[in-house]
Nanobody, 129 residues
């Protein structure tokens, strides 16, 4: 079993910044061999991919809507993955979910939501105009 706990959400004005963090744990979960990612779900919309980073930090993927504004990073020693969000707009308002791939050494979640193995409980981000 894998536990993913997000933090850092909140209310921010348009143009502002927030940093989300996700802490991963699990007795048999080897964080450093799994791609990690962030998804979001706005009210009335489907959950969508935001960003992901491979196990060795070698590659990052971003949704077009956040490219140039959001940066994903990870700390394999502390088992955390962060999402720095800059130049936020009302369209970024959503519940943000941390996620991990189902399989180690795999990088599919940027194009295939069904490749997600575990989800966090989500953290609300609200951007006021």
């Amino acid at each position: 079993q894998v536990q993913l706990v997000e933090s850092g959400g909140g209310l921010v004005q348009a143009g502002g910044s927030l940093r989300l963090s996700c802490a991963a744990s699990g007795r048999t979960f080897t964080f450093s061999i799994y791609t990690m990612g962030w998804f979001r779900q706005a009210p009335g919309k489907e959950r969508e991919f935001v960003a992901s980073i491979t196990w060795n930090k070698g590659r990052t993927y971003y949704a077009n809507a956040v490219k140039g504004r959001f940066t994903i990073s990870r700390d394999n020693d502390n088992h955390t993955v962060d999402l720095q969000m800059n130049m936020l707009g009302p369209e970024d308002t959503a519940v943000y979910y941390c996620a991990t791939e189902k399989s180690p050494f795999s990088e599919q979640i940027h194009g295939l939501t069904s490749a997600v193995g575990y989800w966090g409980q989500g953290t609300q981000v609200t951007v006021s105009s």
